[in-house]
């Protein structure tokens, strides 16, 4: 069982906004360490979507935006597209485990 | 661009010890903490543990008997060995570079699929 939550899955349809959202715990998200999100796409290697709760990456395009409130977080995706399915997961640090955690990954779905 | 890239054998017996490099190129291993992470197949992300360029480890607790991070900063690269390894351990493997030890896994590997069978 993953230390952050996530559904395991989201749908949507073409140019519709999607949230997915991301529950910790005291030792992670609510202690006020920060949430990063990653977009795996089949087959390759997650790739970093935001970081520091809601800073993007260079090339990353502003459909994509996230916030972190209380023991939670949460990435939206306006304009779906269909090139936008793919295994999303959340990442924070754990104090407990002196490490980084992973949600379990969400996968989105465009219908 | 920092590249990662990992190499290792993709087949290991079980009980024995699996060991894996990553190589980074295109900048400094320096500065920075280096992360293993694995997925098991159609599972989700596991944080192994990480290395800091200096030498210190941090390891998953429910893995921490078994692994083993190190760092050869004069070849820019650091390894992972997990030892007793079981088909629980099959998954493709992951090198990241980590920004932070509270932070974000900025540079990733390909990645190797690693598989435990006699």
């Known amino acids: 069982q993953s230390a952050l939550t996530q559904p395991p899955s989201v749908s949507g349809a073409p140019r519709q906004r999607v949230t997915i959202f991301c529950t910790g715990s005291?030792?992670?998200?609510?202690?006020?360490?920060?949430v990063n999100w990653y977009q795996q796409l089949p087959g390759t290697a997650p790739k970093l979507l935001i970081y520091d709760n809601s800073n993007r990456p260079s090339g990353v395009p502003d459909r994509f935006s996230a916030s972190k409130s209380g023991t939670s977080a949460s990435l939206a995706i306006t304009g779906l597209q269909g090139e936008d399915e793919a295994d999303y997961y959340c990442?924070?640090?754990?104090?407990?485990?002196?490490?980084?955690?992973f949600g379990g990954g969400t996968k989105l779905t465009v219908l | 661009q920092v590249q990662l890239q990992e190499s290792g054998p993709g087949l290991v017996k079980p009980s024995e010890t699996l060991s894996l490099t990553c190589t980074v190129s295109g900048g400094s291993i320096s500065s920075y903490y280096w992360s293993w992470i694995r997925q098991p197949p159609g599972k989700g992300l596991e944080w192994i543990g990480y290395i800091y360029y200096s030498g210190t480890t941090y390891y998953n607790p429910s893995l921490n008997s078994r692994v083993t991070i190190s760092v050869d900063t004069s070849k820019s690269q650091f390894s992972l060995k997990l030892s007793s390894v079981t088909a629980a351990d099959t998954a493709v493997y992951y090198c990241?570079?980590?920004?932070?030890?509270?932070?974000?896994?900025?540079?990733w590997g390909q990645g190797t699929l690693v598989t435990v069978s006699s």
């Open positions: 005291s030792s992670n998200i609510g202690a006020g360490y920060d």
């Open positions: 990241a570079r980590t920004q932070l030890r509270t932070g974000w896994h900025v540079y």
């Open positions: 990442q924070s640090y754990d104090s407990s485990l002196s490490g980084s955690v």
